[in-house]
C-alpha cells in the first residue's frame, strides 16, 4: 500500500468519526427534552442525598432509611404547606389572574398617552392575546402545566432512585471513558457535584427570602394579592438575572391598577429586595464555591435558551454552572494543564 493511499485512508477514518460526533449531537440535541428531564432529576436526587446525608450524620441510620426520611420530611413538609396555605394561595392566584386583563389595559393607556403610541402600542396590541384566541392561549397553559406535572413527577422519581445508588450511576458514567482519565473525571463529576449542592443551596435560601420579604412589603403597602405575587417572585429567583425581572414586572403590573404612591413604592420594593438578595445574601452563601461571570451568565442564558426553549431557560442555572465547572475542571486544568485556584 503507498504512501498516498494510506493518507487517502487516515483521512477518510478522521472524516468518519467527524460525522459520527456531528451526528452524535445532533442526536442528542433532537432528545434534549430527555436530556432536560434527566439532569432535573440530578439536581432533584442531589438535595434529597444532600438531606439524607445530614439525617445520617446526626441519626445515625443507613443510607437507605435516611433517604426514605428524607424524602418522606421534604414531601411532607411541601403537602403540609399546601394543606395550611393552598387555599389562599389559590385564591389569591385566581385573584391575580382576573385582575392582569385590566393592568394591561392600564399600561397600553400609559403607554399611548406617552406619545409612543403607533410604535409601542401597536407592538403590545400584537403581543397581548384577543378575545379570539383566548381559548387558544388557556388551552396551550392547560397543556404546557400537565407536561410540566408530568416531567417534574418523573424527574423527582429518577431522582429518588438516583440519590439511592449515586455510586453505582457514577461508576456507569466512569466507565465509558479511558480509564487513563478517570480520576480526572471522578474530581470533576464531585466538584460539580459540590458547587451544584452549594448554587442550589443559595438559590432556595435567596427564593426563600426574597418570596417572604415581598409578600410582607406589599401587604404593608397595600398591593392586592401579595401571597401570590411573593411565591411568583420566589419561584421566578430560580432563573438567574431574567426570573426576577419577570417576577418583579407582574407585581409592578398589579401596582400600575392602583397608581401614585402604591407604584412607587413597590417598585422600590422589588429593588431593594432583589438587590438585597442577589448582593449581599446570594454571595455570602456561595463564597466558598464556583460563581459563573454576571456577563458569562446573561449570554449562557440566552444560548440555552435559544439551544433547548423555555425548559432550558428553567434549568439555565444549574446548566451553566454544572457547564462551567466541568469546562474548568476537564479543560482548562486537564487538556490545557493550567492551575485553577480553587
Known amino acids: 500500500m503507498t504512501a498516498s493511499q494510506i493518507g487517502r485512508g487516515e483521512f477518510a477514518v478522521r472524516v468518519g468519526i467527524a460525522v459520527l460526533i456531528v451526528a452524535l449531537a445532533f442526536g442528542l440535541w433532537r432528545m434534549h427534552d430527555i436530556l432536560l428531564l434527566v439532569f432535573a ?32 420530611s421534604l414531601f411532607g413538609l411541601i403537602g403540609a404547606l399546601f394543606y395550611f396555605f393552598g387555599h389562599e394561595i389559590a385564591a389569591q392566584l385566581g385573584e391575580l389572574g382576573a385582575k392582569l386583563p385590566a393592568a394591561w389595559d392600564d399600561l397600553r393607556r400609559l403607554i399611548s398617552a406617552s406619545g409612543y403610541e403607533a410604535q409601542v402600542n401597536a407592538q403590545l396590541s400584537r403581543s397581548v392575546p384577543s378575545g379570539g384566541t383566548i381559548i387558544a392561549v388557556l388551552g396551550n397553559v392547560v ?3 400537565s407536561g410540566a ?8 422519581l429518577g431522582g429518588i432512585y438516583l440519590a439511592a445508588q449515586p455510586g453505582v450511576y457514577q461508576t456507569g458514567v466512569l466507565m465509558l471513558f479511558p480509564p487513563e482519565r478517570a480520576d480526572a473525571l471522578n474530581r470533576a463529576i464531585g466538584r460539580t457535584g459540590y458547587s451544584l449542592r452549594a448554587w442550589l443551596k443559595g438559590q432556595l435560601i435567596s427564593m426563600l ?30 432563573i438567574p438575572m431574567i426570573g426576577p425581572l419577570i417576577g418583579a414586572a407582574v407585581g409592578i403590573l398589579v401596582a400600575l391598577t392602583i397608581g401614585g404612591t402604591v407604584l412607587w413604592s413597590t417598585i422600590l420594593l422589588y429593588l431593594v429586595v432583589q438587590q438585597l438578595a442577589g448582593s449581599v445574601i446570594e454571595p455570602l452563601i456561595m463564597q466558598h464555591t464556583v460563581k459563573v461571570p454576571p456577563a458569562l451568565t446573561l449570554f449562557g442564558l440566552l444560548a440555552v435558551g435559544a439551544l433547548l426553549g423555555p425548559i432550558g431557560v428553567l434549568l439555565g442555572g444549574p446548566i451553566l454552572v454544572a457547564s462551567y465547572v466541568l469546562t474548568r475542571e476537564l479543560y482548562v486544568k486537564e487538556a490545557l494543564g493550567r492551575p485553577l485556584e480553587d
Open 41 to 72: 432529576g440530578v439536581l432533584v436526587g442531589i438535595i434529597l442525598n444532600a438531606l439524607a446525608h445530614r439525617i445520617e450524620r446526626f441519626s445515625g441510620l443507613g443510607h437507605r432509611m435516611a433517604l426514605a426520611a428524607a424524602t418522606l
Open 143 to 145: 397543556t404546557g402545566v
Open 149 to 156: 406535572i408530568s416531567g417534574l413527577l418523573l424527574a423527582t
Open 209 to 238: 427570602f426574597t418570596a417572604t420579604a415581598i409578600m410582607i412589603g406589599l401587604a404593608v403597602i397595600g398591593v392586592p394579592t401579595p401571597v401570590a405575587l411573593g411565591l411568583i417572585a420566589g419561584i421566578a429567583g430560580f
